[in-house]
């Protein structure tokens, strides 16, 4: 089993930029992508960005030329840097560890945009 420990959140105005951390321990062997789903309030939780062990990379349309997503293989962790946020950004952020044939989540970090 692995653990998924996020990090980043918080309150931000509109036109500000967060970094998201999040950090895998435990049975990592296996993990193929890692990446970041967010559900706001009374929705689905919807994918924001993913990436694989190799570096290909996937946004969701939404979060196109506003997020980056970034993995540090040494440290076992995988990043997103926010920026341009805006106020319908806001939701929980939840961070995503893909195997072949099952996935684990972390808890999840707030993201408020507000002014």
């Known amino acids: 089993q692995v653990q998924l420990m996020e990090s980043g959140g918080g309150l931000v105005q509109p036109g500000g930029s967060l970094r998201l951390s999040c950090a895998a321990s435990g049975s990592i062997i296996g993990i193929w992508r890692m990446g970041w789903y967010r559900q706001a309030p009374g929705k689905q939780r919807n994918l924001v960005a993913t990436i694989t062990t190799g570096g290909t990379t996937n946004y969701a349309d939404f979060v196109k030329g506003r997020f980056t997503i970034s993995r540090d293989n040494a440290k076992n962790t995988v990043y997103l840097q926010m920026n341009s946020l805006k106020p319908e950004d806001t939701a929980v952020y939840y961070c995503?560890?893909?195997?072949?044939?099952?996935?684990?989540w972390g808890q999840g970090t707030q993201v408020t945009v507000s002014s």
């Open positions: 995503n560890a893909a195997y072949t044939t099952t996935a684990y």
